[in-house]
C-alpha cells in the first residue's frame, strides 16, 4: 500500500466515523424532540386546566360577589325596617303616659280640684 492509498483509508475511517456520529446524533436528536415535544403537549394541557380552574374560580367569585352585595343590600333594608321600628316604639313610649292620664284628666281635675274643665 502506497502513502495515498493509505491516506484515502485514514480519509473513508473519519468520514465513517462522522457518518455513523451523525447518525447516533440524529436518532438522539429525535428522540430528545419527541420528548421535548411531549413535554410541551402536556405543559399545553397543564395551562389549560389551569386556565379552566382560573375561570371557574372566577365565576364563583363573581356569584359570591353578587351573593355579599345582596346580603348587603338585605341588611341595609332590614336595619333602616328596624329603625324605623325603634323610633314608631319610641314615639308610641312618649305617648303613653298622655295616652292614659288625657283621657282620664277631666275625671282627676273634677275629683280633686272641683273644678269642672
Same mark, same amino acid.
Given at each position: 500500500?502506497?502513502?495515498?492509498?493509505?491516506?484515502?483509508?485514514?480519509?473513508?475511517?473519519?468520514?465513517?466515523?462522522?457518518?455513523?456520529?451523525?447518525?447516533?446524533?440524529?436518532?438522539?436528536?429525535?428522540?430528545?424532540?419527541?420528548?421535548?415535544?411531549? *413535554?410541551? &403537549?402536556? =405543559? !399545553? +394541557? /397543564? $395551562?389549560?386546566? #389551569? %386556565? @379552566? *380552574?382560573? &375561570?371557574? =374560580? !372566577? +365565576? /364563583? $367569585?363573581?356569584? #359570591? %360577589? @353578587? *351573593?355579599?352585595?345582596?346580603? !348587603?343590600?338585605?341588611?341595609?333594608?332590614?336595619?333602616?325596617?328596624?329603625?324605623?321600628?325603634?323610633?314608631?316604639?319610641?314615639?308610641?313610649?312618649?305617648?303613653?303616659?298622655?295616652?292614659?292620664?288625657?283621657?282620664?284628666?277631666?275625671?282627676?281635675?273634677?275629683?280633686?280640684?272641683?273644678?269642672?274643665?
Amino acid at each position: 500500500m502506497n502513502a495515498l492509498e493509505q491516506k484515502v483509508e485514514k480519509i473513508d475511517e473519519r468520514v465513517s466515523f462522522v457518518e455513523s456520529a451523525l447518525g447516533h446524533f440524529i436518532i438522539n436528536s429525535s428522540t430528545v424532540l419527541n420528548r421535548l415535544e411531549k *413535554e410541551m &403537549k402536556d =405543559f !399545553k +394541557d /397543564e $395551562m389549560k386546566a #389551569f %386556565k @379552566d *380552574e382560573m &375561570k371557574a =374560580f !372566577k +365565576d /364563583e $367569585m363573581t356569584v #359570591f %360577589k @353578587d *351573593e355579599m352585595t345582596e346580603y !348587603k343590600n338585605w341588611s341595609k333594608n332590614m336595619i333602616e325596617t328596624m329603625n324605623a321600628q325603634w323610633g314608631n316604639l319610641a314615639r308610641k313610649m312618649g305617648t303613653l303616659v298622655e295616652d292614659i292620664f288625657y283621657p282620664s284628666s277631666e275625671i282627676v281635675i273634677e275629683r280633686y280640684f272641683n273644678i269642672k274643665p
